[in-house]
T-cell receptor, first 115, second 113 residues
Framework: DAGVIQSPRHEVTEMGQEVTLRCKPI?????LFWYRQTMMRGLELLIY????????DSGMPEDRFSAKMPNASFSTLKIQPSEPRDSAVYFC?????????????FGEGSWLTVV | AQKVTQAQTEISVVEKEDVTLDCVYE???????LFWYKQPPSGELVFLIR??????QNEISGRYSWNFQKSTSSFNFTITASQVVDSAVYFC??????????FGKGTKLSVKP
């Protein structure tokens, strides 16, 4: 079975450029999560969707970050304009739904470096 | 407030030693789930186990075992006869009802040959 698929796996971009990260959740999963991992802050939730609707975006750092889920099989996380402090690993994850008993499965991550 | 504490930042052992990774959590919910994930050097997050708040039975899976004690709000993870391939960062996490995962800071385990 295909897991959560993220692209790109690695991206190096210049400060000020727009970055778009993409995610395909596991088929049949209705909840999708975007996490960010940094050395300083560890793993932190940015936003999550249930049935394509954003439920909690309180973790989105600022207006430069936006996330969309136009359909059940695709989501994007966009950073515009990017800054060096956005350098991190961005994980997309999915679960059957938001009930706590459902395991959240992670993609392999998108490693972003902003220079 | 929901919180997960992994007090051990780094642990180093020699192959074949047993090692226990500690996890302490805080929550006011009566229904919640606890998880362990493994992050090997390649970077992906791999699900290891899920345990609900009403099931305090210990679980064993091969060389891995988990001890859940509600009285001390702990969910510790033991690797028996550690191997070099066990070297990774291990995360404990809490998921409340209708919520996302809250992670601890992780414990980096180094198993030396």
């Amino acid at each position: 079975d295909a897991g959560v698929i993220q692209s790109p796996r690695h991206e190096v971009t210049e400060m000020g450029q727009e970055v778009t990260l993409r995610c395909k959740p596991i088929s049949g999963h209705n909840s999708l999560f975007w996490y960010r991992q940094t050395m300083m802050r560890g793993l932190e939730l940015l936003i999550y969707f249930n049935n394509n609707v954003p439920i909690d975006d309180s973790g989105m750092p600022e207006d430069r970050f936006s996330a969309k889920m136009p359909n059940a099989s695709f989501s994007t996380l966009k950073i515009q304009p990017s800054e060096p402090r956005d350098s991190a690993v961005y994980f997309c994850a999915s679960s059957l739904d938001t009930r706590s008993g459902n395991t959240i499965y992670f993609g392999e991550g998108s490693w972003l470096t902003v220079v | 407030a929901q919180k997960v504490t992994q007090a051990q930042t780094e642990i180093s052992v020699v192959e074949k030693e047993d090692v226990t990774l500690d996890c302490v959590y805080e929550t006011r919910d009566t229904t919640y789930y606890l998880f362990w994930y493994k992050q090997p050097p390649s970077g992906e997050l791999v699900f290891l186990i899920r345990r609900n708040s009403f099931d305090e039975q210990n679980e064993i899976s091969g060389r891995y075992s988990w001890n859940f004690q509600k009285s001390t709000s702990s969910f510790n993870f033991t690797i028996t006869a550690s191997q070099v391939v066990d070297s990774a960062v291990y995360f404990c996490a809490l998921r409340r009802s209708q919520g996302n995962l809250i992670f601890g800071k992780g414990t980096k385990l180094s198993v030396k040959p």
